[in-house]
């Protein structure tokens, strides 16, 4: 898809990675540490080398496949969630090369899914296949409360500010509740995509929430502006497996099962993508569609199959849509199906692109962004971790 990375967008393989065992590993880059949770029960730490090179320093065995992880580099505190329910912390050594165990939280009946920890509030925030939403307390590991949600849980962010935690699931529902020490309260519940929410991503100072569905799409919501303002953007031919974002630039990564990684550019006024209308006939011609017997015998036409402009919105024949266009700041990338009128009046200058694109050459799974330095990790379905340089293009 798109087109491949140019040459300066580097990426490399830690020498000496095995492997056989990356197939669902999650994996976190700060400089020279790397940290994998592995499905073979494994917890690795590599360090980067003065030749360059990434080499083991740390290998544990869990007592059940690893599932998520979350690694706050404050506190070297490493929190590993499993198949059985259970969340493992850790810390590190200053020097990466030992882990000693801190505390077991006996967190969910089933997998956990996701992990986040709060260091502002001691908290650990978690979901797993039981649909439980639940916050420990760190110190104590005691559990502060739970929430039970629709779907199984497949995307967690917390704003420390508001006390806001967003839970996307794979209903394709996004749920916002406000967190207390020991209860929380329903804000309200949304859904803007077609299939299950794959990620999310928080934006805390623009205070818009970003949600990447496995219907291939984005949507920018904007959260903070009480406006219901929602943005989509179209970019992936397959499901959307992360999303980051680079505040400083107000750019956004999405990464896709299709391999491609799309750089937004969200520092450009974006338009909301139309409502589509409903009609019995073709709003520019007149012609009935293929439903509207009764106008079909009064005009003696055969009736027509209905599509949808883009742009406008308008429920179209195919004649009158034949066109087809692509319209960036609606987040549309790729050439999508406007009326003909439509197409006339979009300039070369609304066509031009306002993300880029580039392939990672593998079926991405898991990401992490390191803002500071502006490296990518990607984990893929290939068993191979890659560390890419994005500085070139997130700047």
Not at 61 to 67: D, F, L
Not at 75 to 95: A, M, Q, V
Not at 347 to 373: G, L, M, Q, Y
Request: hydrophobic share 35%; charged share 25%.
């Amino acid at each position: 898809m798109g087109e491949e990375a140019p040459e300066n967008y580097n990426s490399q393989e830690p020498s000496g990675w095995p492997r056989c065992t990356l197939g669902a590993a999650r994996a976190r880059s700060r400089g020279r540490l790397l940290l994998e949770a592995a499905r073979d029960r494994t917890v690795r730490v590599w360090l980067k080398r003065d030749s360059g090179q990434y080499w083991p320093s740390i290998y544990y065995v869990m007592p059940s496949p690893c599932s998520c992880m979350s690694f706050n580099p404050e506190t070297r505190r490493l929190s590993i969630g499993l198949d059985n329910g259970t969340i493992s912390e850790f810390i590190l050594s200053e020097d990466y090369n030992k882990m000693t165990p801190v505390r077991n939280y006996q967190a969910h009946q089933s997998r956990v899914t996701m992990i986040l920890f709060v260091l502002e509030l001691e908290w650990v925030l978690s979901t797993g296949q039981d649909k439980l939403f639940a916050w420990h307390c760190s110190e104590s590991a005691r559990r502060l409360g739970g929430y039970r949600t629709s779907a199984v849980a497949s995307g967690l962010q917390f704003d420390v500010e508001t006390r806001h935690v967003f839970i996307g699931d794979q209903s394709g529902q996004v749920t916002i509740l406000t967190l207390e020490q020991d209860t929380c309260t329903l804000v309200t519940a949304f859904r803007g995509h077609t299939g299950g929410v794959t990620a999310l991503c928080w934006d805390p100072v623009q205070r818009v929430l970003f949600s990447g569905s496995s219907d291939h799409s984005v949507i920018m919501w904007d959260i903070g502006g009480r406006k219901g303002t929602a943005i989509e953007l179209q970019g992936h031919n397959d499901k959307v497996q992360a999303l980051s974002y680079a505040q400083h630039t107000r750019q956004l990564i999405s990464c896709g099962g299709d391999g491609g990684i799309v750089v937004w550019n969200m520092d450009v006024e974006r338009q909301e993508t139309p409502e589509w209308l409903d009609s019995d006939s073709c709003q520019k011609c007149d012609q009935p569609f293929f439903w509207n017997f009764k106008q079909m015998w009064d005009s003696k036409k055969i009736g027509l199959r209905q599509h949808h402009c883009r742009k406008c919105g308008k429920a179209v024949c195919g004649k009158c849509s034949s066109k087809r266009s692509s319209i960036p700041l609606m987040g549309f990338e790729f050439e999508v199906r406007v009326c003909d009128s439509c197409h006339e009046a979009i300039t070369d200058e609304e066509r031009a692109p306002t993300a880029t694109f580039h392939d990672s050459k593998h079926n991405i799974v898991h990401v992490h962004f390191d803002a500071t330095r502006g490296w990518l990790l990607t984990s893929g379905t290939d068993k191979v971790i890659k560390l890419w340089d994005m500085t070139p293009v997130v700047s």
